[in-house]
């Protein structure tokens, strides 16, 4: 199993960027999955994820109204469309699946300068 997050980046506060997640191995169609973000010096956090079944999705509270997850099952990609980023944002962000996490991947860096 292999996630392959991309699309992280520099960007000034305001900015946008749309994260992918590459699964290999793993049928996301199938699962729970996430977006989690580590910041310098604090723990890792969920940020979004989106239900199996009913493709139910949830955001916390600090992203609500700014990033929107969605999956291609096609191509077996997950994304993280990031909207009206703010320097809080700053992280490395990885996906992954929920409950019962895989390997997780390098991650994506995302830093938004003030």
């Known amino acids: 199993v292999q996630l392959v997050e991309s699309g992280g980046g520099l960007v000034q506060a305001g900015g946008s960027l749309r994260l992918s997640c590459a699964a290999s191995?793993?049928?996301?169609?199938?699962?729970?999955i996430g977006w989690f973000r580590q910041a310098p010096g604090k723990e890792r956090e969920g940020v979004s994820c989106?239900?199996?079944?009913?493709?139910?999705?949830h955001y916390a509270d600090a992203v609500k109204g700014r990033f929107t997850i969605s999956r291609d099952n096609a191509v077996n990609t997950l994304y993280l469309q990031m909207n009206s980023l703010k320097p809080e944002d700053t992280g490395v962000y990885y996906c992954?699946?929920?409950?019962?996490?895989?390997?997780w991947g390098q991650g994506t860096q995302v830093t938004v300068s003030s």
């Open positions: 989106n239900s199996r079944s009913v493709r139910i999705t």
């Open positions: 191995g793993l049928n996301l169609d199938d699962y729970t």
């Open positions: 992954n699946r929920i409950p019962n996490s895989v390997n």
